[in-house]
Nanobody, 127 residues
Framework: QVQLVESGGGLVQAGGSLRLSCAHS????????MGWFRQAPGKEREFVVA????????YYADSVKGRFTISRDNAKNTAYLQMNSLRPEDTAVYYC????????????????????WGQGTQVTVSS
């Protein structure tokens, strides 16, 4: 059983930065691809960014390219989402997700491609 715990959310002004963390436990972290999704009020959950188990490949939604960066530290069993140049439209609950094993890009950009989810952390960007 995998447990995922997000942290680092909060309130920030437009143009500011936040770094989210996702602590992974229960199974070997290095076997899992990791993704971040977000869900704003009244909207569906949407893909933000993903990283393969090795860290060799990353995938970004067009809306966050050049502003957000995903990384992982397999020694710390943690994935990170660095968010810069935040905009009010980035306001949402952010969820991390884990998928076991090798995965294609098409698997990692959709919520159905993941096996385990965290509880989410709120990010609010004020204008």
């Amino acid at each position: 059983q995998v447990q995922l715990v997000e942290s680092g959310g909060g309130l920030v002004q437009a143009g500011g930065s936040l770094r989210l963390s996702c602590a992974h436990s229960g199974r070997p972290f290095s076997n899992y691809a990791m993704g971040w999704f977000r869900q704003a009020p009244g909207k569906e959950r949407e893909f933000v960014v993903a990283i393969t188990w090795s860290g060799s490949s990353t995938y970004y939604a067009d809306s966050v390219k050049g502003r957000f960066t995903i990384s992982r530290d397999n020694a710390k069993n943690t994935a990170y989402l660095q968010m810069n140049s935040l905009r009010p439209e980035d306001t949402a609950v952010y969820y991390c997700a884990a998928r076991f094993g090798v995965a294609q890009a098409s698997d990692l950009v959709t919520a159905s491609g993941y096996d385990d989810w965290g509880q989410g952390t709120q990010v609010t960007v004020s204008s």
